[in-house]
């Protein structure tokens, strides 16, 4: 917990956040106009490149339990930036913000991820400073 | 009799001694033995490590598995048999993944090994991949951080090249008959120069989780003297382009012609840049030529989402533009290839990049998507190892370019210093590149003059001028700032976990039917 208090700090001390996805066009695959707030589970997170994945069950109004695979950094720039893979177990619960894919899958490419003791990290898409929004 | 019991006495003690003939081998400056060159194995390994007569598709062999078996535990063993059923579609290699070590080093492709002091650097034929070997004594920065190729750390005992490579993942196999590992997997390479043109290459080979004891593996690279560089095997780009998922492009893939109606190319249109200032204090080599090796990251200012500058985007903070010739910070599109980079920005067209399908992102793009590189001066080259696991080989003895109708993604580089500034010239491109995601636009007809010149020890500046009369009325420049971090490569396997591309395709799809519904 005492590495996840450090990679917050880090994360939002860090203003050079440039965009990430990098390896395909945001605009092409994700909808600015559906923009999106999950609260759910962690059910795992895959390191991989050129994306890392969380994937997380959401329970929507009716009762039925979806599972969301959100796009975020590179596992390289997460792990540079301070991220380990056991600062996402699974069972967690934690809130995203993102832009839902434009082929309406539950997919996501998010920027924050809030954890449930409010603490937030900087997960991917654009840049790390709120304030160049 | 007595002669020949001496050399086979000689040959016994200088294996178990770590010493090889010294008459015999190629050694460096620093009198190690120089294992540069292009090597390949001539044995079937990659079907099969162990014996094995010939099935339909699989060439006959005899094995590389000392004693001939592998020691599998038995739960182990029943797995291996069933990869083998299922070969054919449960290989990694079947889908193009990044092979892992050892199998990259015996497959039926080439591969080039470059010694520097304090790295070795294996560049492969196949699909690009590179190792980077650390012989200085650095450790991991990352410990625990697997990958497909692993992480390999280096050293020599007397004349023998010594490669401990950990940090595996579970994903790769040692052979297409399904012989596998877990994450716990460790080798042990031994590099050992027989003579000038033969490495006898040994591995053992340490997994608790699948074996029941360490086993060995041993075969003989060979120096592949009828090739003086390395090409290009795509696998991915091969297999998409033959199924149709990655479609040809008549206007600028090879060998698309100048269009009629385009305008004139005015050649000589360049302006003078400023001269760049080198500092008193940059490290530089035992021959006095400047020390650029290490590890970079661009000062992109946006290069990836446009060359031009830009504000107002989505996301994205604002760009400076990196254009500086012409001095407006445009590109001097002809006016087709300015409507076909506005068309390339609507979604519909991003699965046309190609580095969205993870293919290697030619030149000069590699040098700025955001991901690291790492600059290698052996002698007589400066290679580029990029982290999205693609390669730059420069020349620095003054050949001639490959023939004209070979053409490659990251083109044919030849160098030279003009004092301090490393000039490359790059011709021999495919055409099939975008310049970044927003699809500025470039053809197979561009050549390339890049200036590397480190003004500082920590700063290169980098321009590159790029000539296509295809999509340019007169060549441009962009200049961008890379700057040397105290930070380790690691491996962008994009392929492997690319969950992108089928959104992409979707919405490509969505629209070309649209576009076809629509009177």
Redesign the interface.
């Known amino acids: 917990m005492l590495r996840l208090i450090t990679t917050l700090l880090v994360l939002l001390c860090s203003a050079t956040g440039?965009?990430?996805?990098?390896?395909?066009?945001?605009?092409?695959?994700f909808d600015?106009t559906k923009p999106v707030e999950l609260t759910g589970t962690v059910t795992s997170m895959?390191w991989?490149?050129?994306?890392a994945?969380i994937y997380i069950d959401v329970e929507d109004e009716s009762g039925n339990v979806v599972n969301w695979?959100l796009?975020s950094l590179?596992?390289?720039v997460l792990?540079?930036r301070g991220w380990r893979?056991t600062d996402l177990p699974a069972g967690i619960v934690v809130s995203v913000v993102g832009w839902q894919?434009?082929?309406a899958?539950p997919?996501a490419s998010i920027r924050f991820v809030t954890l449930n003791d409010g603490r937030t990290l900087f997960a991917g898409?654009?840049?790390a400073s709120p304030a160049?929004e | 009799m007595l002669v020949r019991s001496i050399v086979l006495i000689t040959v016994f003690l200088s294996y178990f001694t770590g010493t090889v003939a010294a008459q015999t081998v190629p050694r460096t400056a620093s009198g190690k033995p120089d294992l540069q060159g292009i090597w390949q194995v001539q044995n079937r390994a990659s079907y099969d490590l162990q014996s094995h007569t010939a099935r339909y598709d699989v060439l006959p062999g005899m094995g590389v598995v000392l004693d001939d078996e592998i020691p599998y535990q038995p739960w182990a063993r029943e797995q291996k048999n069933a990869n083998f059923v299922n070969r054919k579609t449960t290989d990694p290699l079947s889908k193009c993944f990044l092979p892992g070590v050892p199998r990259i080093m015996y497959m039926e492709h080439p591969f080039q090994i470059f010694q520097a002091e304090e790295h070795v650097a294996i560049t492969f034929e196949w699909t690009q991949v590179f190792r980077l070997i650390y012989t200085n004594g650095q450790q991991t920065m990352y410990p625990g951080f697997n990958s497909w190729m692993g992480n390999s750390r280096g050293h020599w005992e007397g004349d023998v090249l010594v490669v401990e490579v950990t940090e595996h993942n579970d994903q790769t196999w040692f052979d297409e008959a399904g012989n596998f590992h877990s994450d716990a997997l460790h080798l042990t390479e031994r590099y050992r120069m027989l003579d000038g043109d033969t490495i006898d290459y040994e591995v053992t080979i340490e997994d608790e989780n699948v074996f029941t004891r360490p086993w060995t593996i041993r075969m003989a690279l060979h120096r592949q003297t009828h090739m003086d560089r390395i090409l290009e095997y795509q696998c991915q780009a091969e297999l998409e382009e033959m199924n149709g998922d990655f479609e040809r492009d008549d206007r600028t893939w090879y060998p698309a012609a100048i269009p009629d109606d385009n305008e004139p190319f005015d050649a000589d249109a360049s302006i003078d840049l400023p001269e760049l200032a080198v500092a008193d204090d940059i490290p530089r080599l035992p021959d006095g030529t400047p020390d650029i090796s290490g590890y970079y990251m661009a000062d992109a200012g946006g290069a990836n989402y446009g060359l031009e500058t830009y504000s107002g985007r989505f996301l994205l903070p604002d760009s400076r533009g990196v254009v500086v010739d012409p001095p407006d910070g445009l590109l001097p599109y002809q006016k087709w290839a300015r409507a076909e980079r506005i068309d390339r920005e609507g979604p519909h067209r991003g699965y046309d990049d190609p580095t969205a399908h993870c293919f290697v992102g030619g030149v000069p793009r590699s040098h700025y998507v955001p991901a690291p590189f790492f600059f290698l001066q052996p002698p007589g080259h400066v290679v580029v190892l990029h982290e999205r696991m693609s390669y730059r080989q420069i020349f620095l003895d003054g050949r001639a370019h490959l023939p004209d109708h070979i053409r490659l993604w990251q083109g044919d580089s030849i160098g030279r210093w003009e004092g301090d500034t490393l000039v490359v010239e790059s011709t021999n491109f495919n055409g099939k590149s975008w310049l970044n995601e927003v699809g500025d636009v470039v053809s197979h007809a561009q050549t390339i003059v890049e200036t590397f010149t480190p003004v500082t020890a920590s700063q290169i500046i980098y321009r590159a001028t790029v000539s296509d009369p295809i999509t340019s009325t007169r060549p441009w420049t962009i200049e961008i700032p890379f700057n040397r971090e105290d930070q380790e490569m690691l491996e962008t396997a994009c392929l492997e976990d690319n969950n992108d591309l089928g959104h992409l395709r979707d919405v490509r799809d969505e629209y070309r039917a649209a576009q076809k519904t629509t009177p």
């Open positions: 440039g965009n990430v996805l990098a390896h395909h066009s945001f605009a092409a695959e600015n895959k991989s490149n050129p994306h994945w695979a796009e590179s596992a390289n792990v540079r893979k894919a434009r082929n899958t997919t898409t654009g840049t160049t």
